[in-house]
Nanobody
Framework: QVQLVESGGGLVQAGGSLRLSCAASGRTSSSLAMGWFRQAPGKAREFVAAISWTGSTTSVTNSVKGRFTISRDNAKNTVWLQMNTLQPKDTAVYYC????????????????WGQGTQVTDST
């Protein structure tokens, strides 16, 4: 029933910015933590950022801290990931995910996933 659709990915120059969006539909509850994960070819899916269901608490992995910001607007059923000062290491498919209420950093802790959007940093 739940569908998550990511958008906003693309190719960007090193040092540039992108804003990813995740639109949710088919939800039965708004009490859901939302997370962003990324996966590069040959690598495991890794945690990027997450936000509590109210938006009052966020968690960001150290590798993107100070560069990426997660936010949400439940009235719009949308979560964003603002990505600034992009680096080659940020190149990956970015996935939006959700789970009941609490923030966790393990991908296995999330119940619903989008199809992903490609982000490529080009030098």
């Amino acid at each position: 029933q739940v569908q998550l659709v990511e958008s906003g990915g693309g190719l960007v120059q090193a040092g540039g910015s992108l804003r990813l969006s995740c639109a949710a539909s088919g939800r039965t509850s708004s009490s859901l933590a939302m997370g962003w994960f990324r996966q590069a070819p040959g690598k495991a899916r890794e945690f990027v950022a997450a936000i509590s269901w109210t938006g009052s608490t966020t968690s960001v992995t150290n590798s993107v801290k100070g560069r990426f910001t997660i936010s949400r607007d439940n009235a719009k059923n949308t979560v964003w990931l603002q990505m600034n000062t992009l680096q080659p290491k940020d190149t990956a498919v970015y996935y939006c995910a959700e789970r009941w209420r609490d923030i966790v950093i393990l991908a296995s802790g999330y119940d619903y996933w989008g199809q992903g959007t490609q982000v490529t940093d080009s030098t």
